[in-house]
């Protein structure tokens, strides 16, 4: 067993075994765009030899990767690595252990969500492309249709949120902070899935069809100030909206849950 002392602390640090630093050097390949989704890696008796380890070794490296959801491996003769791209449910998870640590819940998570999107809409106002408007306006469009194919009724709820978490999406994507981007991209995939539950459950299939010509109102205001390059409008006008829009969301028995329950 190989122990050293942890710098000024005192503290015994297990050196990392073979597996791991196997792992971390095809990982560091994959985030540096060495490796993409979709490339097969080399076969097993490549990697052996290149890493001068065994199979056993290797395979443990391997599953590593595979509950990071970087790779997927198939066994057999057609068998092999392939790489996976990233998917932000695998950090909801981890994040939404962290989170629940510290005792946050589902609306905890909502209220980061409207600290930090109101933000990249007013970055997104500055930066906006052609493309971004003709992007949002597509969405929106299609959430018009989602609602006007319903007539009185309430439009499908699975369709209905996805068109809304695209039109979410793009705003924080857009807006040019890549940092911003992707911590939103985990708070969002944490409330999703919170309403892929009041979907599968009790979801209100009720209501006044109004309610959804509102938020597709706000939708269009959005775009409206984002062309404008109207940034003061366009955060507080954001925030506005997520605040009334929360008020639904989170007015179930869900929204005081725990997050990590959300992934149980």
Same mark, same amino acid.
């Given at each position: 067993?190989?122990?050293?002392?942890?710098?000024? *602390?005192?503290?015994?640090?297990?050196?990392?075994?073979?597996?791991?630093?196997?792992?971390? =050097?095809?990982?560091?390949? *994959?985030?540096?765009?060495?490796?993409?989704?979709?490339?097969?890696?080399?076969?097993?008796?490549?990697?052996?030899?290149?890493?001068?380890?065994?199979?056993?070794?290797?395979?443990?490296?391997?599953?590593?990767?595979?509950?990071?959801?970087?790779?997927?491996?198939?066994?057999?003769?057609?068998?092999?690595?392939?790489?996976?791209?990233?998917?932000?449910?695998?950090?909801?998870?981890?994040?939404?252990?962290?989170?629940?640590?510290?005792?946050?819940?589902?609306?905890?998570?909502?209220?980061? =969500?409207?600290?930090?999107?109101?933000?990249?809409?007013?970055?997104?106002?500055?930066?906006?492309?052609?493309?971004?408007?003709?992007?949002?306006?597509?969405?929106?469009?299609?959430?018009?249709?989602?609602?006007?194919?319903?007539?009185?009724?309430?439009?499908?709820?699975?369709?209905?949120?996805?068109?809304?978490?695209?039109?979410?999406?793009? *705003?924080?994507?857009?807006?040019?902070?890549?940092?911003?981007?992707?911590?939103?991209?985990?708070?969002?995939?944490?409330?999703?899935?919170?309403?892929?539950? =009041?979907?599968?459950?009790?979801?209100?299939?009720?209501?006044?069809?109004?309610?959804?010509?509102?938020?597709?109102?706000?939708?269009?205001?959005?775009?409206?100030?984002?062309?404008?390059?109207?940034?003061?409008?366009?955060?507080?006008?954001?925030?506005?909206?997520?605040?009334?829009?929360?008020?639904?969301?989170?007015?179930?028995?869900?929204?005081?849950?725990?997050?990590?329950?959300?992934?149980?």
């Amino acid at each position: 067993m190989s122990w050293t002392l942890g710098s000024g *602390i005192g503290q015994a640090v297990r050196a990392p075994k073979t597996a791991e630093l196997i792992a971390a =050097r095809l990982r560091r390949q *994959i985030v540096r765009g060495q490796l993409t989704p979709g490339d097969t890696l080399p076969p097993e008796i490549r990697l052996m030899e290149q890493f001068s380890v065994s199979r056993p070794t290797l395979r443990e490296a391997f599953r590593i990767l595979e509950a990071e959801m970087l790779i997927s491996v198939r066994r057999g003769s057609r068998g092999g690595a392939q790489v996976m791209a990233p998917d932000f449910s695998v950090a909801a998870r981890h994040v939404g252990l962290l989170l629940q640590m510290q005792g946050a819940t589902v609306d905890d998570v909502y209220e980061a =969500r409207m600290v930090i999107e109101p933000v990249c809409a007013r970055m997104l106002a500055g930066c906006r492309t052609a493309r971004d408007l003709a992007d949002l306006g597509e969405v929106v469009s299609e959430l018009g249709t989602a609602v006007e194919s319903t007539g009185d009724q309430m439009p499908d709820p699975v369709l209905w949120s996805r068109l809304t978490y695209s039109f979410h999406e793009l *705003i924080t994507q857009r807006s040019g902070n890549r940092t911003l981007a992707v911590q939103s991209a985990v708070l969002r995939e944490i409330v999703a899935t919170h309403l892929e539950l =009041r979907v599968a459950g009790s979801f209100d299939t009720t209501g006044s069809p109004e309610r959804f010509q509102r938020a597709i109102r706000a939708y269009r205001r959005l775009v409206a100030l984002l062309e404008a390059r109207d940034a003061d409008g366009a955060e507080g006008h954001w925030r506005n909206h997520m605040k009334v829009a929360g008020t639904y969301l989170l007015k179930d028995d869900l929204h005081n849950k725990p997050v990590v329950d959300l992934f149980a």
